[in-house]
């Protein structure tokens, strides 16, 4: 079975930095498109980054980027999400995902992803 387990999540004032891990089991990542989404109380989840693991490329979105990092150690079945310079708009619960594909395309939405993890809470206080 896929197993993906969040976690590093926490209270931080804004300039701050986080880094998320979601370990992942039962999958390798060559074949998976594997990322974040987070979810916002009242609010879509979106689609955060995401990584292509068997070429490297990488997609965030807008609202993150020069700010946030998403790296895999391939070898520890282990994906990350460095986030610098938090802001109040970041508070969510961010869920690490997996998709069979060998691209993000299905970031778009996140009906088209296959496998979640529980959910880290991210929460960052002015």
């Known amino acids: 079975d896929v197993q993906l387990q969040a976690s590093g999540g926490g209270l931080v004032q804004a300039g701050g930095s986080l880094r998320l891990s979601c370990a992942a089991s039962?999958?390798?990542?060559?074949?998976?498109?594997i990322g974040w989404f987070r979810q916002a109380p009242g609010k879509e989840r979106e689609a955060v980054s995401c990584?292509?693991?068997?070429?490297?490329?990488?997609y965030y979105v807008s609202s993150v980027k020069g700010r946030f990092t998403i790296s895999s150690d391939n070898n520890k079945n282990t994906l990350y999400l460095q986030m610098n310079s938090l802001k109040p708009e970041d508070t969510a619960v961010y869920y690490c995902s997996a998709d069979h594909s060998p691209s993000c395309s299905d970031y778009v939405s996140p009906n088209w992803i296959d496998y979640w993890g529980q959910g880290t809470q991210v929460t960052v206080s002015s």
């Open positions: 039962g999958l390798s990542f060559d074949d998976y498109a």
């Open positions: 990584i292509t693991s068997s070429d490297g490329r990488v």
